[in-house]
């Protein structure tokens, strides 16, 4: 038998069928399949997708503090913890006066302390931040929380204008701030304590109107050092 007439014999050696019989049919196409494979993103995900990155966009807003370098969380300068010691670690004031002055007091009496001629006194040297004369550190107090009005005399310099009431400030704050003024600039003040400014406060009936100077001469002269001897004595 000639193998080259078998047409069962290997096509690989057979010369008399065709070679496209040899060649493999062509794949089908697939591309209905792929294109019924690429379904549409739902569009629950897409909204999820967009209220998160909404709600990335506020957080960022409201908690990053313009990014700024000198920004920090006050209610961070304390914490509950214990420190080195086992206690609770307590508060610089001045560190947090720095940052409540620099938020609100700054505008008038600006980041030297020396105010603006003519129109806001300085707190560097100043009689009524220092508590000098008959000045004391309850009116200073009072200042703060109900604010001040009217002529007043400052390192024998007149001004009149008027000064803002700060009584939503917490009693920690102005202590903070205004230990703050005293102690900085060159001044050398004693420090005010948050008791001080609470007893103040207790103190002092609300009011709808700015002290005046007059009004501030009238009231006795008090000391912080002084209450806290006075509340430190023992009873007898």
């Known amino acids: ?19 496209l019989e040899l060649s493999p049919d062509p794949l089908p196409s697939n591309a209905s399949n792929n294109r019924s494979s690429l379904k549409p993103i739902p569009m629950w995900l897409i909204m999820l997708t967009m209220v998160l990155l909404f709600w990335s966009g506020l957080y960022l807003a409201y908690y990053s503090g313009g990014f700024k370098a000198n920004i920090y969380n006050s209610e961070l300068v ?43 006194p300085p707190l560097v040297g100043s009689e009524w931040a220092l508590s000098q004369g008959w000045h004391g550190d309850n009116h200073l107090v009072k200042n703060v929380l109900y604010g001040l009005q009217g002529p007043i005399i400052v390192k024998s310099i007149p001004y009149n204008n008027a000064m803002a009431p700060w009584n939503q400030l917490s009693d920690q704050q102005i202590a903070g701030v205004l230990t703050y003024v005293r102690s900085e600039w060159g001044n050398n003040g004693s420090p005010i304590t948050p008791e001080f400014v609470a007893k103040i406060r207790a103190s002092t009936p609300a009011r709808t109107e700015a002290w005046t100077m007059q009004e501030l001469q009238a009231i ?8 806290a001897e006075t509340t430190e004595a023992p009873k007898k």
């Open 1 to 19: 038998m000639n193998p080259l007439n078998d047409l069962h014999f290997s096509d690989e050696l057979n010369p008399e069928r065709d070679l």
């Open 78 to 120: 304390s914490w509950s913890g214990a420190g080195a010691r086992g206690g609770p670690v307590p508060v610089d004031l001045r560190v947090l006066g720095k940052k409540v002055f620099s938020q609100n007091c700054v505008v008038c009496h600006q980041e030297t302390g020396l105010g603006i001629p003519g129109q806001y």
């Open 220 to 227: 006795p002269r008090e000391l912080c050092s002084q209450s």
